[in-house]
């Protein structure tokens, strides 16, 4: 089955950049999205077709994709984006997700 | 606007099997496409499924393929998923969410808000 690799975790100070990557096997052939969740919550999507910003998603959440690797970038990042952020890709039909990352900013 | 509403929380013995319900409202419920997704304390996110609400083809995950089934209700507006031979490992909260195309991952996806499944003896 498809797999998608992520770092467990990433941790950065307030108001530095955060960059969290995503790499697949053909990766760069597959549209890839990005979650957001928190406790308690439904997941909000903040990336998809690899680069593109739902309404509403702050401007410092952008994303990259370059061959087989996706990057979720957050500029400035703020106390509020701490999450679990979860990369996403189509593949045979089935939805796979990413194993997670979990982004801890302090 | 598009609303999913799942039902509530569930407690179940292992071996047991468990249904939760995923109502839908705000546009045509034919247009769409119900996925679930399992997430589990400590792990991922995790596609379970999904249902065409048209035609009520389904598409499981592998993992759930030999106890899961998802049906809907045209005249109720809700789709439902069920998980049978429950494990502790099952425990999860449970998301459905609506869509127009056949793979999540488009801004006009709705999410529920989840529904936690517990299993324990």
Redesign the interface.
Known sequence: SYELTQPPSVSVSPGQTATITCSGDKLGDKFTCWYQHKPGQSPVLVIYEDTKRPSGIPERFSASHSGNTATLTISGAQALDEADYFCHAWDSGMVVFGGGTKLTVL | DVQVVQSGAEVKKPGATVKISCEFSGDTFTDYYI?W?Q?APGK????VG?IDLEDGYT?Y??KFQDRVTMTADSSLETAYLELSSLRPEDTAVY?CAAGTT??????S?F????TLVTVSS
């Open positions: 996925h997704v997430r991922g996110l995790e596609w999904r598409k995950a592998e998301y056949d793979l999540l991952g488009i801004p996806d999410w529920g808000e989840g």
